[in-house]
């Protein structure tokens, strides 16, 4: 599996989208709950994304993809699909998501 890092989003290569797997709308991975920034494809036409069991999946349908962040620095993506993690992180009180 190849990993990539993006902030508090984690992309990792899959060899197939699950079983069952539906269609989302758009291609914004996560959105930014304090700047109001996202992670998102920057072109839409070279990707789509599908969710399974609360988790995001994107394939990359283009010979690449651009991953763009307004604070991070962009990340080409080949084409293949691949799960979408967003990172948490511990505190005293609970194990949350991170905010970004």
Request: no cysteine; aromatic share 8%; glycine share 8%.
């Amino acid at each position: 599996m190849q990993l990539f890092r993006h902030g508090d989003v984690l992309v990792g290569s899959v060899s197939e989208l699950p079983q069952g797997a539906v269609r989302r709308e758009g291609v914004t991975l996560a959105l930014g709950e304090v700047t109001g920034h996202s992670h998102r494809i920057e072109d839409p036409n070279t990707a789509e994304t599908f969710m399974h069991e609360g988790v995001i999946y994107l394939r990359v349908t283009a010979p690449k993809a651009r991953l763009i962040h307004e604070e991070h620095a962009t990340i080409e993506l080949l084409q293949g699909v691949y799960k979408v993690w967003q990172q948490r992180e511990y505190t005293p009180t609970a194990i949350r998501t991170v905010y970004d």
